[in-house]
Nanobody
């Protein structure tokens, strides 16, 4: 089992910044991947950023140049630095970790961007 605890959500003005953090605990493997997804009402959950576990990082085109995902050396914590936030970034952000064939999810943290 893997447990994920998220922090850092909140309310921010358009153009501002927030940093989300996620700490994983439990049965962790070196090759596990981690990332962030987001979801608004009426839309499917969307992957935003991924650390595959091979040292690379990836973000989707819609946030490229604004969001950065990082991971600590122990590969137990990931952060999502969000800059130049836009109203359309408003969503519940979920941290996830994939280990083997299982995916574990955090409870989600609300990010609200005022226009």
């Amino acid at each position: 089992q893997v447990q994920l605890v998220e922090s850092g959500g909140g309310l921010v003005q358009a153009g501002g910044s927030l940093t989300l953090s996620c700490l994983a605990s439990g049965r962790l493997l070196r090759g596990d991947s981690m990332g962030w997804s987001r979801q608004t009402l009426g839309e499917a959950r969307e992957v935003v950023a991924v650390v595959p576990g091979d040292g690379s990082t990836h973000v989707v085109d819609s946030v490229k140049g604004r969001f950065t995902i990082t991971q600590d050396n122990a590969k137990a914590m990931v952060s999502l630095q969000m800059n130049d936030l836009k109203f359309e970034d408003t969503a519940i952000y979920y941290c996830w970790r994939r280990s083997g064939s299982s995916t574990y999810w955090g409870q989600g943290t609300q990010v609200t961007v005022s226009s």
